[in-house]
């Protein structure tokens, strides 16, 4: 599939949209939330359980990294099905930084662009007005 996935994340809740090549529109596809990934529960279609567990972190650290860690396994999934070539993260600046050390470095390889702000509760116009910058 030729299409961008855009990851709008913060520590609690990741919805993911796509931007089908040659479309100027954001579709979601689905949404994740924090009490998924510590609960060890599945994020839908070719999901994963994500446990992260380091007594070096206080728990919400702790927590905020599994989150990232369940939101990459996801992304990594997608990746491997081959449902995006490109990606595109949008994330607070401490949660974007937990998301890009979860990834695999082929995911990596497929981010064009990032946007260290919390754009998890923005209206889908301003997000998508963000977006369009980077396309």
């Not at 689905?30 to 009490?35: A, D, G, I, K, N």
């Not at 839908?44 to 994500?50: F, I, L, Q, S, V």
């Not at 509760?121 to 980077?134: D, F, K, N, S």
Request: aromatic share 6%; net charge positive.
């Amino acid at each position: 599939m030729q299409a961008t996935w855009v990851v709008v994340a913060n520590r609690q809740c990741a919805t993911i949209y796509t931007v089908p090549r040659g479309m100027a529109r954001l579709r979601q596809l689905c949404e994740l939330r924090e009490s998924q990934a510590s609960a060890g529960c599945d994020c839908g279609p070719g999901g994963r359980k994500a446990r992260i567990s380091d007594g070096a972190f206080p728990p919400t650290e702790r927590q905020a990294r599994s989150f990232a860690a369940q939101v990459a396994r996801h992304v990594e999934d997608a990746r491997l099905d081959r449902r995006f070539d490109e990606l595109i993260l949008v994330a607070a600046p401490s949660f974007l930084a937990y998301l890009r050390d979860s990834l695999s470095q082929a995911a990596r390889d497929a981010v064009i662009g990032e946007i260290a702000s919390d754009l998890a509760g923005a209206r889908q116009e301003t997000l998508q007005e963000q977006v369009l910058r980077i396309l």
